[in-house]
């Protein structure tokens, strides 16, 4: 059975969260590194001047803003978070999710740990029915309902400048 990033339809996820990845590595200033092959549970680090400034998740979704305040949380595999503040905490540097809302052509930052790899971000987790993958399919699974008090927005386009802004005051702690 071919992994879901191997078919057509993931293929096509997968230029996106390439491109997703680059527009964050230049709004940050940071080189988005690339971490193991189509299984590994964490996307990208992100490097400058030599040094790891944060690991990243990043997501693609055919939804807006509107949208995902409609659903009052934002869902992700908890696996993917546990395992991103796992390398956080060896690391010691901040994990970030990022989901490119493709409609509204923003993106959702979730601080999900700071740079010690303790967890700064509000979320329940629930074992519920979802997605398999991009290709289709159901599965249960534990789930991350991500909750939007420490989210932050980036507005505009991939191939734009970007304003950030802020859904809470920012401080140190929010830069990548």
Do not use: Q, W
């Amino acid at each position: 059975m071919a992994l879901a990033s191997e078919t057509e339809k993931g293929k096509n996820y997968i230029l996106k969260e390439k491109a997703l990845a680059d527009h964050i590595g230049k709004v940050y200033n940071a080189i988005p590194v690339d971490l193991g092959d189509g299984t590994t549970s964490t996307d990208r680090l992100y490097i400058r001047d030599g040094k790891v400034v944060c690991i990243a998740e990043i997501k693609n979704r055919e939804m807006s803003l509107s949208d995902l305040n409609r659903l009052g949380t934002y869902i992700i595999s908890y696996d993917k978070i546990d395992r991103g503040v796992a390398l956080s905490s060896i690391l010691h540097t901040p994990f970030f999710l990022f989901v490119y809302l493709i409609h509204s052509d923003d993106i959702a930052r979730f601080k999900i740990s700071d740079e010690t790899g303790r967890e700064v971000c509000n979320y329940t987790i629930e074992k519920t029915k979802t997605k398999y993958d991009c290709n289709g399919g159901m599965v249960m699974r534990e789930n991350a309902y991500m909750a939007f008090d420490g989210m932050t927005i980036i507005k505009g386009n991939l191939n734009g400048a970007v304003t950030e802004h802020k859904e809470r005051a920012g401080s140190e702690e929010d830069k990548v």
